[in-house]
């Protein structure tokens, strides 16, 4: 079984045209599936774990040590 992947915006007259490989024989049987992702409840999601990070100590004394990690690095610059 082989598996590819295409994210693809929905057009205005809803249809979508898939490409498929060369190396896919003609006649082949596939399966499509349609995976549909509500992008703005998964980006409400990631803003709500965001909040939830910055009161969490572990998160925050982490955050602090790769910043302490990353000076020296900062201040070389380009």
Same mark, same amino acid.
């Given at each position: 079984?082989? !598996?590819?992947? +295409?994210?693809? #915006?929905? *057009?205005?007259?809803?249809?979508?045209?898939?490409?498929? *490989? +060369?190396?896919?024989?003609?006649? %082949?049987? /596939? $399966? /499509?599936?349609?995976?549909? $992702?509500?992008? +703005?409840?998964?980006?409400?999601?990631?803003?709500?774990?965001?909040? #939830? !990070?910055? #009161?969490?100590?572990?998160?925050?004394?982490?955050?602090?040590? /790769?910043?302490?990690?990353? %000076?020296? /690095?900062?201040? $070389?610059?380009?």
């Amino acid at each position: 079984m082989e !598996a590819l992947r +295409q994210i693809l #915006k929905i *057009p205005r007259d809803h249809e979508l045209k898939i490409k498929i *490989p +060369q190396n896919i024989l003609e006649n %082949e049987t /596939v $399966e /499509v599936i349609l995976i549909i $992702e509500n992008r +703005q409840e998964k980006f409400r999601h990631k803003i709500n774990e965001m909040k #939830k !990070a910055v #009161k969490d100590e572990r998160f925050m004394d982490d955050l602090k040590n /790769v910043s302490k990690d990353f %000076e020296a /690095v900062d201040s $070389e610059g380009w």
